[in-house]
């Protein structure tokens, strides 16, 4: 609702429709991102729902939506289950594209299990318990090997980034955030943290996107008679860097703080690493309390999204980390402008503005390892979500 509702300033005057096949949306100023912000793959994705999702009183009752699958069951902490919906008409075309393309339930129902442990998850695998799942980068190996599986890899819009807080007495210091970037080797930071799958990139955008330009690929170089420069202009005399992470199995967090703090160290740089569980750590992020933080964005297509993700006032919204103000009009001005060639002069101003002021580093996009049996017939997978319409059993 935030989105639309004027809040961050793009308004949903008005919604019309003049015959039962068409809606009209009128908004408040003109927008580029309006239909992709509608069609949003990450955790701020938009749902049309039927009314009687919710009670007479306005409270939650259950999901009706639009989709080839309808609501079944649901045990908190346990599982989900969803049906076929029998009566779907799948859009035009022969196969899945995105999220649009042909969408017919052909498997009757589908159970999602709350399985924490990976290694409960390999477990259920290999046993047959489960016929796909998101598994650990080190276990990639031994699927790739195992003929009764199928494993998919490959970069989606998702970041890795090392977050700094710009409000810090210490990383306020411009001088003292390009030391610590100068002192990462990035390809070999990336390599371990990922475990050989992921390919650096230090751009907001990604690589797949038709905005990824020879500028976009500009990155950051390890040089460490740079750094001692830079740390002497910045005044550096050996305080401690706190490094936030978390030990999700899905995101490389402690894995790179890990590696980034072996690397700032070999350069006299004192860090440290803090560990928090998820929901603590995402505290932090969002009240900005922080010096810095191995932090994952989820995937934005767009790149006026990607760049707002993590840029805006910190005054009003603590978890931004870049509000050079140069920055945000450029960004503010992408949103507005459709034609292609004069945003990717916005996007690559952008990316040099964000090498030159390093509120974060951004070093890969996710590669969302997915592994599953032989016996599922299609592409359980995109841009790391789970996409089971298409999909059929081999009994």
């Not at 009314?51 to 309808?70: C, E, F, L, N, Q």
């Not at 589908?110 to 390999?122: C, N, Q, R, Y």
């Not at 928090?276 to 969002?286: A, G, I, K």
């Amino acid at each position: 609702l935030p989105e639309f509702d004027g809040r961050n300033g793009l308004k949903v005057d008005a919604v019309t429709t003049p015959d039962p096949q068409t809606v009209v949306m009128k908004i408040n100023h003109p927008s580029a991102i309006f239909l992709d912000t509608l069609a949003r793959t990450d955790c701020g994705m938009t749902a049309v729902l039927q009314r009687a999702s919710v009670k007479a009183d306005g409270s939650w009752d259950k999901p009706i939506g639009t989709g080839p699958y309808k609501f079944g069951n649901w045990k908190r902490g346990e599982y989900i289950t969803l049906d076929a919906f029998e009566n779907y008409v799948s859009p035009g075309g022969d196969k899945a594209d995105g999220y649009v393309g042909s969408k017919r339930p052909l498997i009757k129902e589908i159970k999602f299990l709350v399985v924490p442990d990976p290694a409960t998850v390999k477990a259920g695998l290999l046993s047959g318990a489960l016929d796909v799942a998101s598994v650990l980068s080190t276990d990639i190996p031994e699927f790739s090997a195992n003929a009764n599986f199928t494993v998919t890899t490959g970069a989606e819009a998702s970041k890795h980034t090392f977050l700094m807080q710009t409000k810090d007495p210490l990383l306020s210091k411009v001088e003292m955030r390009q030391a610590i970037a100068a002192a990462l080797d990035l390809p070999t930071l990336v390599a371990q943290a990922t475990n050989g799958t992921g390919r650096p990139n230090n751009s907001a955008i990604f690589p797949g996107s038709r905005y990824y330009s020879d500028i976009q690929k500009e990155a950051f170089a390890p040089d460490p008679a740079k750094v001692a420069d830079l740390l002497a202009k910045a005044g550096y005399k050996g305080e401690e860097i706190n490094i936030i992470a978390n030990k999700r199995p899905t995101a490389p967090s402690f894995d790179a703080a890990v590696v980034a703090q072996a690397m700032l160290q070999a350069v006299g740089i004192n860090a440290r690493i803090e560990v928090l569980d998820w929901s603590t750590q995402l505290d932090r992020y969002n009240s900005g309390k922080y010096q810095m933080m191995s932090f994952s964005y989820s995937a934005r297509l767009d790149p006026a999204l990607s760049f707002e993700q993590f840029s805006g006032p910190k005054d009003k919204q603590p978890r931004k980390v870049w509000d050079n103000p140069e920055a945000l009009g450029l960004i503010a001005k992408a949103m507005e402008v459709s034609d292609q060639a004069q945003r990717q002069v916005i996007f690559d101003e952008l990316h040099k503005k964000l090498l030159h002021d390093v509120p974060l580093i951004i070093y890969c996009n996710g590669t969302g390892e997915t592994v599953n049996s032989k016996r599922l017939k299609g592409i359980p997978v995109w841009q790391a979500k789970l996409r089971l319409w298409e999909l059929g059993l081999e009994q």
